[in-house]
């Protein structure tokens, strides 16, 4: 059997990795396939070298671009390497312009497709994320959910029972394998001048946020409001689009809030874990966090990841300074110890197995 596995964004590289893991544990072969859809080392590279990660087999460099125009790309470079590496099984993760890309080269050469991450709704079509889940869960032979709530939502649609499968999220093995990992790397806390539970720490990136100059301006009232009533310094990793929307609307970063660039993967998870409260519009970010048992403000009108607001790890608030403030305010009162409801360790291990036994099948 020969497996690739597509990625092309910092959550891909980091939500594949316990399948890279596993595929080279049992000797098999596979090639890592990246869209360049994320291609400067801080969103990139820094994270297949902290992971230990191998060297992608191709990357086509598609960089940025119009949805169109980048999608395109994407499906010319992966029909040209799949005719010429001939994959049993293809494996997509999550709701990028890569995943989607992927999923449609593959099963038009019908090759087995598995969307790893199957099933998330936000049941808000205006998000280009949500157009690409919902493609590439129709088009995919094999899907793999995370949640039997992501499971129930693909039954909704009439997707067969056959073709679903609850595995856990791959993010738990992710966060857990590389917690100690990180800790024997360095302190990043110590680095940064921050203090465990001193501080908010803040994600920004999602289009409907950044790109908007009316959201992104709310999102720095609420972020300064936040800080100054909670007392905490509020960190905030740069997104490369943030940042450049910030100078593209004209708008000032609040005096109490720190932006620094983008951290590394281990480096991220230290941060991560240490801080007070995690302040996002990232869905990787709300997983991440409730593993962690650090408290959530999701910074969007909905979520896919509704299991970590049942549980009391995450209260969506949209983008309203007032919303965003009383939403820090509920969260840093909440008790913590939440059970994680994103499954138990082994997803990667999992997802490689029943591939292996359909393919074999099939």
């Excluded at 962690?292 to 990841?305: A, M, S, Y």
Aim: proline content about 4%.
């Amino acid at each position: 059997m020969r497996f690739s596995v597509v990625l092309g964004t910092r959550p891909e590289i980091v939500k594949m990795s316990p399948i890279v893991r596993d595929l080279q544990r049992r000797g098999l072969d596979f090639d890592l396939v990246h869209t360049g859809q994320h291609y400067s080392f801080e969103m990139d590279r820094v994270f297949f070298r902290d992971l230990d990660l191998p060297e992608p087999t191709i990357n086509l460099e598609v960089g940025s671009g119009t949805h169109g125009a980048q999608t395109g790309k994407m499906l010319v470079g992966l029909e040209k390497f799949f005719q010429e590496s001939r994959p049993d099984v293809v494996l997509v993760q999550g709701d990028t312009n890569t995943v989607l890309a992927g999923a449609l080269a593959a099963v038009k050469l019908g090759i087995t497709v598995g969307h790893v991450e199957a099933g998330l709704r936000s049941f808000d079509r205006t998000m280009p994320e949500e157009i690409n889940r919902v493609l590439a869960d129709h088009v995919s032979d094999l899907l793999f959910a995370p949640t039997d709530v992501s499971a129930r939502n693909l039954r909704a649609e009439g997707l067969p029972e056959g073709r679903i499968f609850v595995t856990g999220n791959t993010i738990v093995d992710a966060v857990r394998e590389n917690l100690e990992i990180a800790a024997g790397k360095g302190d990043a806390l110590g680095s940064l001048g921050l203090r465990k539970g001193g501080y908010i720490l803040t994600t920004l990136h999602r289009q409907e946020n950044v790109d908007s100059r009316e959201r992104l301006s709310n999102v720095l009232i609420g972020l300064e409001r936040a800080g100054r009533e909670t007392g905490l310094e509020v960190i905030w990793p740069m997104h490369p689009r943030a940042r450049k929307n910030l100078g593209t609307f004209g708008l000032a970063i609040p005096s109490n809030v720190r932006a620094i660039s983008p951290l590394g993967f281990l480096e991220f998870l230290q941060v991560e874990g240490g801080a007070a409260l995690a302040l996002t519009d990232s869905g990787g970010v709300q997983e991440e966090s409730c593993i962690l048992g650090v408290p959530c403000v999701t910074l969007r009108d909905n979520t896919e990841r509704p299991e970590t607001v049942e549980v009391g790890a995450n209260v969506v608030v949209g983008t309203d300074p007032s919303r965003i403030v009383e939403g820090v305010r509920s969260m840093l009162l909440r008790k913590r110890g939440w059970a994680c409801p994103l499954g138990e360790s082994g997803a990667g291990g999992r997802i490689v197995s029943i591939c292996q036994e359909r393919t074999i099948q099939g």
